[in-house]
């Protein structure tokens, strides 16, 4: 069962080209469902319906892993399962689908939770930049709200990535964009390639560890949910940063055509949560400053 795992997850890697935090999140969940069927003493992948149902329940009810999941996980669980049984289907000659009639629950789509420039701003503040790993680390966040990058283009950057007018990003399905940067952050970027030298094992990559090694996306999320409590009080995620980018440009009058570029969305709708996000927040401010309100 470990090999047909590991074919698959190969498939999406070079097939499907999916970014390699979904591979992971969807190893995770495979993974977990194939520890619940040893344990059970199932040793086929070839399964009734009733197992799947079972499986769902003790995950849901947190009988698997001593804890309840929040929807999202769930949901993405079943959606990798359910994506891994139509490989097996269709590749590996596993005739049974015991995932194929149980559907997601559409959930509600919440307002992403964004951050404000003031709050940006006492972010990229709170960083030491005479200090190599705080400089690295400042310039690495700033790139994500500077640029509304996924965790993943992020580190991708290379050394060479600043060289032209515009970022050349590979996102989401091998899609390329191109997103314009403002002049003072390729100053930055200039500034701490100076400090990397001491550092540069690996040629290619733009952020890397005192080890010289490119950094991973587990230490960027454990270091902005660190500086987020220390300087604002909350927990920050990568992603947070993104959606401050969309957001705030919308704010100040961008149109959403333009941000669904600059964001590498495929589908407009997807944009356009964020006008949602920007129709709140000037509620709010109507009703905290409208004398009538």
């Given at each position: 069962m470990d090999e047909y795992l590991r074919r698959f997850l190969a498939y999406l890697l070079n097939d499907r080209h999916y970014a390699q935090n979904t591979i992971e999140a969807y190893g995770r969940d495979i993974r977990r469902f194939l520890e619940y069927l040893d344990n059970q003493g199932l040793k086929d992948l070839e399964l009734d319906k009733s197992v799947a149902f079972d499986y769902l329940n003790e995950l849901r009810l947190g009988k698997i892993?001593?804890?309840?999941?929040?929807?999202?996980?769930?949901?993405?669980?079943?959606s990798s399962l359910k994506a891994f049984y139509r490989y097996l289907h269709k590749y590996e000659a596993i005739k049974s689908d015991p995932f194929k009639t149980i559907s997601i629950t559409k959930r509600h789509k919440h307002l992403p939770d964004v951050l404000t420039f003031a709050q940006v701003e006492r972010l990229l503040a709170s960083f030491d930049t005479d200090d190599f790993k705080d400089l690295r680390d400042r310039l690495l966040t700033e790139c994500l709200y500077a640029c509304g990058l996924r965790i993943s283009e992020c580190l991708s950057l290379n050394i060479d990535s600043f060289k032209y007018e515009e970022l050349h990003i590979i996102g989401k399905g091998d899609k390329e964009r191109l997103v314009p940067y403002y002049p003072?952050?390729?100053?930055?970027?200039?500034?701490?390639?100076?400090?990397?030298?001491?550092?540069?094992?690996?040629?290619?990559?733009?952020?890397?560890?005192?080890n010289g090694k490119r950094i991973s996306a587990r230490y960027v999320q454990r270091m902005l949910e660190k500086r987020g409590l220390l300087v604002l009080g909350q927990r920050v995620h990568p992603h947070e940063l993104r959606h401050s980018f969309a957001t705030h440009l919308l704010d100040n009058g961008v149109d959403l055509r333009s941000v669904q570029e600059l964001l590498g969305h495929e589908s407009l709708a997807t944009t356009q949560l964020y006008t949602h996000l920007t129709l709140e927040r000037l509620k709010g401010t109507v009703q905290k400053y409208h004398p009538h309100s």
């Open positions: 892993g001593g804890i309840m999941i929040k929807d999202t996980s769930y949901a993405r669980s079943l003072n952050l390729k100053k930055e970027v200039a500034s701490y390639l100076v400090k990397r030298e001491a550092f540069a094992k690996d040629d290619k990559a733009l952020f890397i560890s005192q």
